[in-house]
Structure formats: C-alpha cells, structure tokens
C-alpha cells in the first residue's frame, strides 16, 4: 500500500474498511499521514497510541500494525480525508487539524482523534462547516 493511499481509501465501503483494519495498516503508510499533516512521525504517534520505538521497529522490518493501531490511523486518515473534502485543501485541512477549537473544548481534532467518541465530535463539526452551520 502506497503511504499516501489512506487518504485515498474508499472510507463509504464500510467493509473494505474494517478488512483494511482487520488485516493491518502497514506501517510506512503512517509516514505519509504524518506527512498529509505536516507533523513528524512523533507528532503522529500519540494520537495513533502507538509508542515511537515500536513505530520505528515495525517501520523498519516492514511490519503491519496492531488492529486497534489500525483503527486509529484510518480513523484518522479518514477524517483528514473529509477535512480535505470540506476545505477543498488538503494543507488548509492539515492546519485545521492541529488548530485547537473551542466547539471541541479547547483540543485540537487530531487530538480529539484519540477516541471514537471525540472523532464524532470532529465529525460533526466537519458537518457543521461543511453546511455553513457554526455555533
């Protein structure tokens, strides 16, 4: 899988999805989310909750990553995707993600990523601009 293509996923095939999680995300493609974000590797791995060094190994021996890994990095990448889709581009969508917003407490949507409850959040606050809706 080119790093780039979980940007690229067909996310409304919900059961393409859940064999892409069920199977791994290969590691290196979170190299080119980080990327999709301008963050490092680092900045990416605690909302993916996967330890730097452990990233590392399993980058460098060419390793899939862990289901729950998994779920959070297409969780991610899928929201990023949407961001993308709202703001017609993807770097107005990267500085986005990492913009802390009053509507999501303070945290930033790539923090809030973390949790499926907070990507909710991020959702629906996509919705809402998406829709001119703004509170």
């Not at 949407?82 to 999501?104: G, I, M």
């Not at 407490?105 to 998406?130: D, F, N, Q, S, W």
Request: glycine content about 6%; proline content about 4%; some cysteine.
């Amino acid at each position: 899988m080119p790093a780039l293509s979980l940007l690229q996923f067909p996310y409304h095939d919900n059961l393409r999805v859940a064999e892409l999680v069920r199977r791994g995300v290969p590691a290196r493609a979170l190299t080119g989310l980080a990327e999709a974000l301008h963050l490092s590797l680092g900045g990416l791995t605690a909302a993916v909750q996967i330890p730097r060094r452990t990233l590392e190994r399993r980058l460098a021996e060419n390793a899939v990553l862990k289901v729950a890994e998994s779920e959070r990095a297409v969780r991610i990448a899928r929201l990023l995707a949407r961001a993308t889709e709202v703001f017609e581009d993807r770097d107005e969508a990267a500085a986005w993600f990492s913009e802390p917003l009053n509507e999501l407490g303070g945290k930033t949507p790539l923090e809030c990523c973390a949790l499926e409850a907070g990507a909710r959040e991020v959702e629906e606050t996509l919705g809402r601009i998406a829709h001119g809706v703004f509170l």
